[in-house]
């Protein structure tokens, strides 16, 4: 987990002065892990801490002003069936506090104005000039938080029900920052979830020399002759993953025709098609649900990270 700046810069931009509750520590059991925080305003929140009794008590004390380190035993205190308890930091944020944060990480002394402690200090000279960013902790009498920045780069190709369904599924999610591209802005929803870039391209295949080569891509537009140049682009520029949206029969064909625009056998099976889980149907929340839990799961992690080796 990780401090969501653009989130909260958001949430202050539209709510004004808000509260963040954040898992400070852990001891046992807990719903959430240390970092996992939720923005609250007067009437809404954002983020989870793991719901129940410990967010919706959290959740009423951030709206009374209750600020500063909490500790819940979730059993015995809140009637949960975690056996552990939690300490929780609650913090007011506003647009000028929002402004001084500099750097990768967020660190700041709980109450006060402590100096920070030289275990604090030592956090903070490996992340500059080692590039290693702390984990989430409270130490000493300080938080200190890494600022988020999405670790995995998505492109989703095609704004249609099985796109939209995609950005739906995908967007909560804080390590993956999706690019959304389609041939015309009609071609997307009136809005567009935070953290999803939407480009609109009368040539999307143009852009793909603009692709991280370790972005992952997911391959649904209304056209197969876009589908296939699109396949055409990535396999000449690369990728950690892409998934075609497509029957077995399409697949056959593609795989004909990218042989005959000059690719290998063995690079042309770096594409997956068809993506999903056919057990769980062919609506498009169910492909989505489908590409979703792959695109999470371990195997498939090991899997980018030995092509991006390779």
Known sequence: MAFDLEE???????????????????????????????VVWENGQSGTIGGGALEFQAAEAARAGRLGLSRHALGPELGQCCGGAV???????????????????????????????????????????????????????????PVLKPARQLWIWGAGHVGRALVEVLSPLPDIAITWV??????????????????PAARPADLVPYAPREAEHLILTYSHELDLELCNRLLRHDFAFAGLIGSATKWARFRSRLAALGHGSQQIARITCPIGDPALGKHPASIAIGV???????????????????
């Open 292 to 310: 979703a839990a792959r695109l999470l799961s371990p195997a498939h992690g090991e899997t980018t990270r030995k092509e991006l080796r390779a």
């Open 182 to 199: 389609d041939t015309g802005v009609e071609r997307f929803p009136e809005t567009i979830p935070a953290g999803v870039t939407r480009v």
């Open 87 to 145: 300490t929780l930091l609650t913090e007011a944020w506003d647009a000028a506090r929002l402004e001084a944060i500099e750097g990768e990480v967020v660190a700041r002394p709980v109450s006060g104005a402590a100096p920070a402690p030289l275990a604090v200090k030592r956090l903070l000279a490996r992340a500059r000039g080692q590039g290693v960013a702390p984990e989430p902790q409270l130490i000493e009498g300080w938080m200190v938080e």
């Open 8 to 38: 909260l810069r958001a949430a202050v931009a539209a709510h004004g002065p808000v509260a963040r509750v954040v898992i400070a520590a852990i001891r046992g059991s807990s719903p959430r892990e240390v970092g996992a925080a939720m």
